[in-house]
């Protein structure tokens, strides 16, 4: 596995948490090789030093010291051995697969932090822009929402360390660490407000705050039958958990039928992918099983207690950012004709990963085994000659046209395998959905990304809130959606605004992207104005692959079909 860093979405950053509406605004802005999570064998054996062939091992060991030793000691510049020793292992992993790594002692606090469900900080949201953090929001209940942080706010000092101007060299990444700490530890912040003549001097104290990896449950509008949603980010360690209590508001907000969103989920816990499956399957039949070369990772997974929704129509939306654990759970559901999947194929990660703590701190990750779907599909993709080569198979598939017409999509490659009710599906790669929805490309710009990256975007919807505030305070969430819009000058703003980036967007790449770029604007400023609640229920509504599963929900005769009715 390439253990994940919580990613900062273009210059935004959530301290400790990736933002999980701005993720459905940002869908597939980077590369999922980059961002895959863990498929990760919990309670396996302890590192064994017996290996197949002891003497090649000592010998290989031996050589590498003797060399390193003679560049340490002779060689004509000063050397950094240890900085020598992390690319050799780079390199020597990147020999086997693409996801074996090894995670250096300093970083594993911030790989480890993607898996958890909470994380200590002061819960401060913030963009950065020409060297300035502005903030975007806080946590509900957080020290920075209680200490009376506001959007708009712009973070001027840090205990002694300056964050603005252009020698501060302000990087999103080193504040988001320098925010975060210890608990119960205490950080000074220097804070300007707009239209207060003196800055603000705050005192917050970190704390443990929610990470949560299931975003609030929803009814989506339509007829046919209430229609529930819920969206899986990651699966974590408190994802079973907070995937029961959102599907039990749900059932409260009269759902019979369920869309759950897999799109971007680049996995987890192995554990919790299939305890959610184990909700959804009756019986006792089989979720997947693993095999590597030692007996001890083989595994088999079965469903073993009675599920909440067992029954009732299930719909599952994946895209080529869905990837490990979440192709587990989409490839049991398939298999055993439990769920319609809509979208497109997903990744293809299907290798096990146990990680394996070193004596300096670091972690071994290492591929131990591979995925299985119940009826014997491999998850994992071909390798291609090389890590780049793999790393670009997914910008390939946009080349060949996979990601825009189903015509494209060649699923015969693979080895073919029938469900529980004879449909024919295929392994070797990834997991084909029921049902393709093409990816909009007005959605997702070039140009759009490029704003994003340099916090164009969301300073500018920061500028825009500012200066209606007194109109959206006025205005209930539903109003606001109903009726906000933003006339063609405002684009123009948002030019002058890239401009004094050192951004130069084409006009007519603007005009291309004004459609996805002002649905980004509506929905930042929702956020700010009444929270990330409101700022979701537009980009649900603004989502084609989320009608389109909404559609398939509703047709009963599909479903029905599916249950081999």
Not at 133 to 161: H, I, K, N
Not at 192 to 218: G, K, Y
Not at 245 to 261: E, N, P, S, Y
């Amino acid at each position: 596995m390439s253990a994940p860093l919580p990613p900062a979405r273009g210059a935004f950053f959530r301290v400790g948490r990736a933002s999980s509406w701005l993720r459905q605004r940002a869908r597939g802005a980077l590369k999922p090789a980059l961002l895959l999570g863990a498929g990760l064998l919990l309670g396996a054996g302890l590192f064994r030093p017996a290996t197949d062939h002891p003497e090649a091992t000592a010998r290989a060991y031996l050589r590498y010291k003797e060399v390193l030793t003679y560049v340490d000691r002779d060689y004509v510049d000063s050397v950094d051995a240890e900085g020598l020793t992390d690319y050799a292992l780079a390199q020597l992993l990147g020999r086997l697969d693409p996801h074996s790594v090894y995670i250096p002692a300093r970083d594993r606090a911030q790989t480890d932090a993607f898996l958890q469900s909470t994380f200590e900080g002061v819960g401060v949201e913030f963009n950065v822009f020409r060297d300035t953090a502005t903030v975007v929001g806080t946590l509900p209940g957080s020290p920075a929402a209680t200490a009376g942080l506001l959007p708009g706010d712009q973070l001027l000092r840090l205990d002694d360390t300056p964050l603005a101007g252009a020698g501060a060299g302000l990087d999103a990444r080193r504040l988001g660490q320098l925010l975060r700490g210890s608990h119960g530890s205490s950080l000074r912040l220097l804070v300007a407000r707009p239209h207060q003549p003196e800055p603000l001097r705050l005192q917050l104290t970190r704390t443990a705050l929610p990470n949560p990896s299931v975003e609030p449950a929803a009814l989506l509008d339509g007829t046919g039958g209430q229609v529930g949603y819920v969206r899986v980010n990651r699966f974590a360690t408190s994802t079973y958990d907070e995937f029961k209590t959102q599907l039990a508001a749900a059932r409260r907000l009269g759902a019979t039928r369920l869309v759950l969103d897999l799109r971007g989920n680049p996995g987890g816990y192995l554990d919790r992918a299939t305890r959610l499956a184990d909700e959804f399957i009756a019986g006792s039949r089989k979720l997947v099983y693993t095999q590597g070369r030692d007996e001890q990772y083989a595994s088999q997974t079965y469903a073993h207690t009675p599920g909440d929704w067992e029954q009732n129509p299930l719909v599952v939306l994946v895209d080529e950012n869905s990837a490990s654990a979440a192709e587990v759970l989409a490839g049991a559901l398939q298999d055993h004709d439990r769920a319609l999947l809509v979208g497109r194929r997903t990744f293809g990660k299907g290798l096990v990963q146990q990680p394996i703590m070193l004596q300096d701190g670091g972690e071994l990750r290492l591929t131990v085994a591979r995925y299985y779907t119940p009826v014997g599909r491999c998850i994992q993709k071909a390798y291609g000659p090389d890590k780049a080569a793999y790393n670009r198979e997914l910008s390939e598939r946009g080349a060949h046209g996979e990601l825009n017409s189903a015509d494209s999509v060649r699923p015969g490659q693979g080895p073919r395998f029938r469900t529980d009710h004879g449909r024919v599906v295929y392994g070797g790669g990834g997991i084909l959905p029921d049902v393709f929805v093409a990816r909009d490309t007005l959605l997702r710009t070039a140009c759009q990304a490029q704003l994003e990256r340099k916090g164009v975007l969301q300073a500018y919807a920061l500028l825009l809130y500012r200066r209606h505030r007194a109109a959206l305070a006025a205005l209930r969430p539903a109003q606001y959606a109903a009726g906000f819009t933003f006339p063609d000058p405002e684009l123009t703003g948002l030019a002058r605004l890239a401009t004094l980036a050192g951004l130069h967007p084409d006009p007519a790449a603007l005009r291309r992207a004004a459609p996805a770029l002002r649905a980004c604007l509506r929905a930042d400023i929702a956020r700010f104005a009444y929270g990330p609640d409101a700022a979701s229920a537009l980009l649900r509504a603004d989502d084609p692959e989320l009608r389109a599963a909404l559609r398939v929900a509703q047709d009963s005769a599909a479903q029905l079909a599916l249950l081999g009715q």
